[in-house]
């Protein structure tokens, strides 16, 4: 059972992008592209796209007769080609290997392959329990993705700890019930239980 402060948890639920690893200058330069070919306030989008699913976020930003489902396929094949500059959040190699492989899951809002091609890019396992894009109907900030995890590591999900970066992924651990660490400057300290900035 994870410790943490001289709090126990049944698990940690981990997102991803930001929390795990730090993979914001390919998904900024990815994202830059996609708004330049089709107009979009590349601007704006970057404000609100980390933790969400790319789906959600072209459903949001698309122009009259985009086909979604193309842009996104588009977004994907574009970020499992672009890797540069992802690198781990410092520590968390130390803690995973710490941890049971029923005590921890990850979360994330990418698709399955992209999130691989970003844990092996920093040498970090695929965990037992994987809840990617394809595995929920609604992304976060909805709260299903925390709660399949937990189901399937056979724990309350009120006994977990979420580690979350962004404003959807804190609001979705919340609305699961979960305590919640906030990893590094995206959301501020205060909507989280604990903050830190890496994993030392």
Sequence with gaps: MPLL????YAAFLFDMDGTLLDSSEAVERVWRRWCARHGIDAEALIAVCHGVR?????????TPGMDID???????????????????????????????????AIVTSAPRNLAEVRLRAVGLPVPEVFVTAEDVTQGKPDPQGFRLAADRLGVAITDCLVFEDSPAGVAAGKAAGAAIAIVG????????????????
């Design 70 to 104: 193309v842009e996104a396929a588009w977004l994907n094949a574009a970020e499992l080609e672009d890797v540069d500059g992802v690198v781990p959040i410092a520590g968390i190699h130390a803690l995973i290997d710490g941890l049971g492989r029923d005590e921890w």
């Design 5 to 8: 402060r001289d709090t126990h």
């Design 54 to 62: 790319g789906e959600d976020t072209v459903r949001r930003f698309a």
């Design 185 to 200: 400057p995206r959301v501020a300290a205060t909507e989280g239980n604990y903050a830190i900035t890496d994993y030392r």
